[in-house]
């Protein structure tokens, strides 16, 4: 497993715009894949987006696709996430994720990742 990092985190308005970032503590194959999660109080974690760090393939929740991008940087072993055009309801402590590309990534399934980081919160006022 490898040690995560999230930041960017902050208060926002909707409409506005956010970016957060994790850094992986290595380069391995413990992070070939990794992903954003959210939870919101009350609710179960969920997945937001993933992408393969070698082939930069990605994959979005319907909830966020054309509002959020995920992005690698290899130098950096980090991973990004974009937001764009923020909700009332993206509201939530947001979650990295990182392991093998094992089964379940694509369909953001949180039993697909081992490496959690602690997590940035989100909070997005109307």
């Known amino acids: 497993q490898v040690q995560l990092v999230e930041s960017g985190g902050g208060s926002v308005q909707a409409g506005w715009s956010l970016r957060l970032s994790c850094t992986a503590s290595?380069?391995?194959?413990?992070?070939?894949?990794m992903g954003w999660f959210r939870q919101a109080p009350g609710k179960e974690r969920e997945g937001v987006a993933a992408i393969s760090t070698g082939g930069g393939i990605s994959y979005y929740a319907d909830s966020v696709k054309d509002r959020f991008t995920i992005a690698h940087d290899n130098a950096k072993n980090t991973v990004y996430l974009q937001m764009k055009s923020l909700k009332p309801e993206d509201t939530a402590m947001y979650y990295c994720?990182?392991?093998?590309?094992?089964?379940?990534?694509?369909?953001?399934?949180?039993?697909?990742?081992?490496?959690w980081g602690h997590g940035t919160q989100v909070t997005v006022s109307s």
């Open positions: 290595e380069r391995s194959s413990s992070s070939s894949c």
């Open positions: 994720a990182a392991d093998l590309c094992r089964g379940g990534w694509r369909s953001l399934r949180r039993d697909a990742f081992r490496s």
